[in-house]
């Protein structure tokens, strides 16, 4: 799986997919969609730099997130991940050869249209690509392992006492500007006394609490699914 870390941002809606595979589907997964077709990430345009393919693993999760998503529409993503993992986990080899041998057609034809763009450029053609492909991917980097994060259900970090109190009074507000907004709400952050600022000091540490358990559960997910890439090097050195 090492190959595609930081891929799960591009999983979209499936259109007709989702609400087709689940309709009187119980909770064992559906066929995997044609494998045959060309992969959608192909590019005939030698700017744009083909993606690279979907995972045996993020390709059944794709499939199966829609499913268990309108079968349990007041789920966190994070419960929908834990129970496509242990689907996963208990899916027969033989369906699981399916999704191993799709991504490796999948490579093998990334790689050679890789290497078809590269047979047609010229050597300052080649380097100004891959100069411009760096750029893209460094500049979409944090874009992607956000959205990548989000999907899986990471936690969200723990807010401070000033952020708790910002987005309670900035939904109170209804007048003026964002920044006028903020202004106003950061002077009255400033004229709160020690006794009421204190209230959002204690709000802030149970938020650290929340983030805390709920990372340590997220985490243990992550491990029993292959990406203890995300795991924190604290957490993984406490663990040895």
Do not use: H
Not at 3 to 11: M, T
Not at 64 to 89: H, M, V
Not at 171 to 182: C, H, I, P, R
């Amino acid at each position: 799986m090492a190959l595609l870390r930081g891929v799960w941002g591009v999983l979209i809606a499936l259109g007709k997919s989702g609400a087709d595979l689940c309709a009187g589907c119980g909770s064992r997964l559906r066929a995997p969609l044609s494998f045959a077709n060309v992969p959608r990430w192909f590019s005939s345009n030698f700017i744009g730099y083909p993606k690279k393919p979907m995972t045996s693993y993020v390709r059944f999760s794709k499939e199966q997130l829609p499913i268990f998503k309108a079968q349990n529409p007041d789920a966190k993503n994070s419960e929908l991940i834990k129970k496509i993992a242990e689907l996963w986990r208990e899916l027969p080899d033989a369906e699981k050869k399916m999704y191993e041998d799709a991504y490796r057609t999948d490579w093998q034809a990334y790689k050679e249209e890789i290497n078809r763009i590269k047979e047609q450029l010229t050597p300052s053609q080649l380097v100004s690509l891959e100069k411009e492909i760096m750029q893209k991917r460094l500049k979409k980097k944090a874009l992607i392992k956000k959205r990548e994060l989000t999907m899986l259900g990471k936690p969200k970090r723990p807010r401070s006492a000033y952020n708790i109190f910002i987005a309670e009074r900035f939904q109170e507000a209804k007048d003026g500007t964002s920044q006028v907004k903020l202004k106003t709400i950061n002077e009255s952050w400033k004229n709160l006394s020690s006794s009421q600022k204190q209230v959002y000091i204690q709000l802030a540490k149970d938020d650290k609490v929340r983030y805390y358990n709920e990372m340590k559960s997220w985490e243990e997910q992550m491990v029993e699914v292959g990406r203890d890439d995300l795991v924190r090097r604290s957490v993984k050195y406490t663990a040895k």
